[in-house]
């Protein structure tokens, strides 16, 4: 499994593309699957961007928890399944291009943030990202209520 951690920023050129950050290239190991699964986040104003590896194993465990005759669970999975794009970096410069659908779904104009958040990478409008942050106190009350003791 690949372990994405850092955030970094980048620029959409005028033709969608993005430049992904070597660090985050770099976590895939060499010779590795470098195709990625970009969806829109369900809760949040991000994309996500799956390794395919981790997205077929996420995609299993939720398709594994349907039932394919409930009308309901099938338009859950194609609502789910829907608008994704799936991207390579270019070999030479590094860039991604992300449809433009998915850009404006989380309001990304020309600066974005990556942010990796181990298993995964958030794909944010720059000045989204920096509000998208809990207070302290939310931050300590979250960890509290997880806690198993």
């Known amino acids: 499994m690949v372990t994405f951690i850092g955030k970094y920023s980048s620029k959409v050129d005028d033709k969608g593309r993005l430049v992904f950050p070597a660090p985050l290239k770099g976590a895939?190991?060499?010779g590795g699957d470098m195709r990625f699964v970009i969806k829109k986040s369900l809760y949040d104003g991000c994309l996500?961007?799956?390794?395919?590896?981790?997205?077929?194993?996420?995609?299993?465990k939720i398709r594994e928890s349907l039932d394919?005759?409930?009308p309901k669970h099938v338009q859950f999975w194609r609502e789910y399944m829907r608008d994704c794009d799936v991207v390579e970096p270019d070999a030479k410069l590094g860039r991604i291009?992300?449809?433009?659908?998915?850009?404006?779904?989380?309001?990304v104009t020309?600066?974005?943030?990556?942010?990796?958040?181990?298993?995964?990478?958030?794909?944010?409008?720059?000045?989204?990202?920096e509000s998208s942050k809990v207070s302290k106190e939310d931050y300590v009350a979250i960890a509290q209520s997880l806690s198993r003791k």
């Open 28 to 30: 895939v190991p060499p």
């Open 48 to 60: 996500e961007m799956w390794s395919y590896e981790e997205w077929e194993r996420e995609a299993e």
């Open 68 to 70: 394919f005759f409930n």
């Open 97 to 107: 291009s992300i449809s433009r659908y998915l850009l404006d779904a989380i309001g």
């Open 110 to 129: 020309k600066d974005v943030v990556f942010f990796g958040v181990n298993f995964k990478i958030e794909i944010w409008a720059a000045e989204k990202f």
